[in-house]
């Protein structure tokens, strides 16, 4: 794993530039998106820097990592909606070439798997990190192999999601999420975190052992990724960058 350790805004800068490179590279990329907070200032800079005509997404694919089961897209809390609303709409990427695994269709969701394996594997996938080591929805416990899923979410997942709901009781109980599988077929691969509070998750995914209970330290294993931290974040690794 490649560590970078840099300011909260040069890390969304930084992020942005692989974008850059990976797109000059090969314009019909296929790109593995995130939602949260975290991504919110790389799709900023990502949207500038389409503006300035440095980037182009118009040949480019993307599939997102989740969504919430029984949202529509229309719900101003789905994973579709956040990503129309703070980069798709932005963009020069053609809607249609955007994915984001159903929420209402969840019968067969191993199909998104077969989806992006037609359109030729994930180039970068995004990915940020739940308190509890989750990428994607694949909470503590997800099976290494898990493809393309449906999950409960843990209590705590849907305490800290509440913050964008007008209570809790409004924070769907299942998700449908890439599975662990899906995530490190990826060719590369992007994490970011940011804060104080991703300090100690961020300790244990990258110091601590390989286990299923924090999802994210199999990325150790993953032979391309690259890991932006801002400062908060990284406080508590030994080795600092
Ligand atoms: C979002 C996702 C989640 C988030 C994680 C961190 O698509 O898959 O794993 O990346 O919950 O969320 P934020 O960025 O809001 O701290």
Redesign the pocket.
């Known amino acids: 794993m490649k560590i970078i350790i840099d300011t909260t805004e040069n890390v969304a800068k930084r992020a942005a530039q692989l974008y850059v490179d990976l797109l000059s590279r090969n314009p019909q990329a296929v790109l593995g ?7 919110i200032p790389l799709y900023k800079e990502l949207i500038k820097l389409n503006k300035e005509g440095v980037i182009s997404f118009k040949d480019a694919k993307s599939f ?3 969504e919430y089961v029984g949202l529509e897209g229309t719900h101003d809390q789905s ?1 579709r909606y956040f990503m129309n609303d703070n980069l798709f709409n932005h963009i020069d990427i053609k809607m249609e070439n955007t994915h984001v695994p159903s929420g209402i269709d969840i019968s067969e969701p191993e199909k998104y798997d077969a989806e992006i394996q037609a359109a030729g594997g994930i180039d970068m996938q995004l ?4 308190v509890d080591g ?4 694949n909470e503590p416990g997800t099976p290494w192999d898990s493809l393309t899923h449906v999950v409960e979410l843990e209590q705590n ?1 849907r305490e ?2 509440a913050r964008f709901f007008n209570s809790i009781d409004e924070v769907p109980t299942h998700a449908v ?1 890439m599975g662990i599988k899906t995530v490190m077929n990826a060719r590369s691969i992007i994490l970011i975190a940011t804060g104080s509070s ?1 300090a100690e998750i961020v300790k244990k995914f990258i110091e601590g052992p390989v286990t299923t209970e924090v999802p994210a330290s199999i990325l150790q294993l993953h032979p391309f990724v690259t890991v932006f931290l801002d400062h908060e974040a990284a406080a508590l690794l030994e080795k600092q960058a």
């Open positions: 998106g995130a939602t949260g907070s975290t991504p997102n990592l989740d994973y990915l940020g990190i739940g989750h990428i994607g929805f997942t800290v999601n999420t991703k």
